[in-house]
């Protein structure tokens, strides 16, 4: 929860280094683990890890024999910060949103700004990095080492843009704010799907981007966009833990203040222009928020929303919701004909939730046989052990239709 937060307020008092905080944290934390049983937990962990990572790059830059030059200007932060008050500490605001605006400079590719800033600020694994980019481990590992290395050398500063930058940045800052959410709106791996300290933080730095910056229309789309999302939350699972598709949820437990919120920044949003990407998914999220029980979801409107995102941003998962999209609003076989067409696309033939749309577009069309093999394939592919318990379930529906028909 964290580490992040942590890491971003070391790199500023070690002069902009992120190899040596993100390891004076990690033995903060390998510090904790040893004292922490021992000792029991201190009043302010955070402040106890902040102060603990602090000493620990001291430690190393004077064990390297370069402390003075190393930290220059910044020696007497590093050497008087005690990280007590960290908790309580207004500057740590500005330190991740000195760390998010580092790595999304424009000398990085986009897909490097948004990995780094996972990585980094957030604590997301490379691994959960990897799948939310579709790629494998190692890739992604290789692309955040040349990332860190591309920000020494050019010197990057590790500071709030002026306003005149800040635009140029705005598209990955929000992009890696909408990944985290996602991360924890949907966890990739573990026993839950859904993480509340990662959508959490997200929409609490989405908050801050929109204070940033006032008069710029995506950030509000894009809280909407989170807060939406995250109301259906405690209506997600069940008592036992599992999953609980859309349209059987129970919609009184849905956090209608949140919505109530999220709709006028959404308005305010399409009405300054022309509507951006999280404008658009936002108002698929608001009429879902909307409809009072799930047969009354315009899902023709939704799938035209879908296409103008399509058009906007062709990539194989908007694709993929398009077609699930269809499917509902014109029938199964409509969503199936778009998903056929996507079936050549490598990063879909790993992806769990292409075979289990697939599925259920083949179980509504009676399709059993073809959805039993989808449901089976989704199995083998998804990591994440709320949705494979309902795979598994759905599976076990389809064979025991079958059985029926035969008997």
Known sequence: MHSGAIVARVIRLAGGDFGLAEEAVQDAF??????????GVPAQPRAWLARTA???????????ARFEVKLGDDAPD??????EAYAEDANAIDDQLRLIFTCCHPAL???????????????????????????EPVTMAQRLVRAKTKIKVAAIPYIVPGREEL???????????????????????GDTLLRGE??????????????????????????????????????RFDLEGDVVLLEDQDRSRWNHAQIAEALPRLESALRAGVASSFAIQAAIAALHARARTAAETDWQQIALLYEELLRRSATPVVALNHAAALGMAEGPARGLELLDQLASDAAMQSYHLYFAARADLLRRAGRFHEAQASYAQ??????????????AKRLAEMVATLEAERS
Not at 54 to 64: F, H, P, S
Not at 378 to 391: D, G, H, I, K, S
Request: some cysteine.
């Open 30 to 39: 390998s510090a904790a683990l040893v004292q922490w049983p021992l000792e």
């Open 54 to 64: 602090r000493n620990k790059a001291i430690d190393r830059l004077r064990r390297q």
């Open 78 to 83: 590093l050497a008087a910060d005690s990280g």
């Open 109 to 135: 590719n986009l897909e490097a700004q948004v990995a780094l800033t996972l990585r980094t600020l957030c604590g997301l694994t490379t691994d959960e990095i990897a799948r939310a980019f579709l790629v």
């Open 167 to 189: 635009d140029e940045r705005l598209e990955a800052v929000l992009a890696v704010v909408y990944l985290v959410f996602n991360e924890g709106y949907a966890a990739t791996t």
């Open 198 to 235: 990662l959508c959490g933080e997200a929409i609490r730095l989405g908050r801050l981007i929109e204070r940033l910056m006032p008069d710029r229309p995506e950030p509000l789309a894009l809280v909407a966009l989170m807060l939406l999302h995250d109301s259906r939350s405690a209506a």
């Open 378 to 391: 989704a199995l083998t592919l998804v990591r994440n052990e709320p949705e494979r318990r309902y795979l």
